[in-house]
Antibody, heavy 121, light 107 residues
Framework: QVQLQESGRGLVKPSETLSLTCTVS????????WTWIRQPAGKGLEWIGR???????NSNPSLRSRVSMSVDTSNNQFSLKLSSVTAADTAVYYC???????????????WGQGTLVTVSS | DIQMTQSPSSLSASVGDRVTITCRAS??????LAWFQQKPGKAPKSLIY???NLQNGVPSKFSGSGSGTEFTLTISNLQPEDFATYYC?????????FGGGTKVEIK
């Protein structure tokens, strides 16, 4: 069973860049799709984007201009950067693994424990 | 974006009850629908994908059905560990989107 662990700064100032890393253990980062999801306190879930080990990625159009994702295969990690943050970006950020279903659509199979990022001066 | 609407937003039930949660999509999504369970302060847990397929290790007391725009999650023989918030999620549209959640509380 793959395990995912998010890490990164928990406090980011407005207009700065949020940076998070997800470490994958118990499985390979190769040939898998990795995704980021966030959840503001007391609210619902928002899909941020996904990346595959080759580095190809796509992201939510609502965030695309501010999102950057990367993969570090040597350390079995993938990362998220979100630029020009505001208080609205305060949330618990989750990394997750996606798998193909029988029709080759990607569904979320496993989740990291999440990490709270607060945007405040 | 495809909007996902869950009903009810909350419900109260007793141990041993059977409960059903409904999720409606703003447009047809075939069966590309997943369900998650989330307990307070914890990460979501994947329960079901492709509308009715249980994730590994998920007990058969959870079942999902539906296709197109209307889906249901049924939980049989509700136990204390089942009291949580449940989310539906469509993964055919871009971007993927989630329902607003249904909180299942103890009566």
């Amino acid at each position: 069973q793959v395990q995912l662990q998010e890490s990164g700064r928990g406090l980011v100032k407005p207009s700065e860049t949020l940076s998070l890393t997800c470490t994958v253990s118990g499985g390979s980062i190769y040939n898998n799709y990795w995704t980021w999801i966030r959840q503001p306190a007391g609210k619902g879930l928002e899909w941020i984007g996904r990346i595959i080990s080759s580095g190809n990625s796509n992201s939510n159009p609502s965030l695309r201009s501010r999102v950057s994702m990367s993969v570090d295969t040597s350390n079995n990690q993938f990362s998220l950067k979100l630029s020009s943050v505001t208080a609205a970006d305060t949330a618990v950020y989750y990394c997750a693994r996606e798998l193909y279903d029988t029709d080759y659509y990607l569904y979320i199979e496993s989740w990291g424990q999440g990490t709270l990022v607060t945007v405040s001066s | 974006d495809i909007q996902m609407t869950q009903s009810p937003s909350s419900l109260s039930a007793s141990v041993g009850d059977r409960v059903t949660i409904t999720c409606r999509a703003s447009q047809g999504i075939s069966n590309y629908l997943a369900w998650f369970q989330q307990k307070p302060g914890k990460a979501p847990k994947s329960l079901i994908y492709a509308a009715s397929n249980l994730q590994n290790g998920v007990p058969s007391k959870f079942s999902g059905s539906g296709s197109g725009t209307e889906f249901t999650l049924t939980i049989s023989n509700l136990q204390p560990e089942d009291f949580a918030t449940y989310y539906c999620h469509q993964y055919i549209g871009y971007p993927a989107t989630f329902g607003g959640g249904t909180k299942v509380e103890i009566k």
